[in-house]
């Protein structure tokens, strides 16, 4: 019984030295075909103009309110402290009163919670006061006119 392993010329050196690519472009198809479907959604949004950014020197009226938040979440009116929210809405509603309303400047500690900072702002909603502005640091290197 004999078996033949070889080719049947004689030509046993030869090899098969092409590159089957079927399995690569079906993997590129595919990666195509995902990127086509995800891309328009990655980029759709709701169209907005954002603000630009700019300092403005702050104007220090003297009927400005400066409200501070500590690092603890202290509040502040000025330099007296005031004990709870409610007493700072009750505050906030005797000013909000005033003929030109004043504005409201919350100046925030680098290390306080968002969320104090957020009582205040809803403080000044609840009392009716139009203007908060927030005072911050300038970047370093920030040049005023």
């Known amino acids: 019984m004999a078996m033949n392993v070889g080719a049947a ?3 046993e050196d030869e090899f098969n030295t092409t590159i089957n690519t079927t399995p690569l472009v079906d993997v590129m198809l595919v990666l195509l075909i995902i990127f086509l479907i995800t ?3 990655v980029t ?3 169209q907005l103009q954002l603000p ?9 009226k003297p009927e400005n309110i400066v409200i ?8 502040f009116w000025g330099l007296e402290y005031v004990p709870s929210i409610e007493t700072l809405v009750e505050r906030l509603k005797v000013e909000a009163v005033k ?14 919670r968002y969320e104090s900072v957020g009582r205040v702002v809803v ?3 609840r009392a ?16 005023t006119r």
Do not use: M
Request: glycine residues 10%.
């Open 99 to 112: 003929e030109p309303q004043p504005e409201v400047h919350i100046r925030g500690d680098l290390k306080v």
């Open 52 to 60: 630009k950014e700019r300092n403005i020197p702050t104007e220090t």
């Open 9 to 11: 010329d004689g030509d």
């Open 123 to 125: 403080a000044c909603q």
């Open 44 to 46: 759709a949004s709701v």
């Open 128 to 143: 009716g006061i139009a203007k908060v502005g927030f005072i911050t640091e300038p970047p370093a290197g920030t040049v």
């Open 68 to 75: 501070a938040v500590n690092a603890d979440g202290d509040v």
């Open 39 to 41: 891309i328009p959604v």
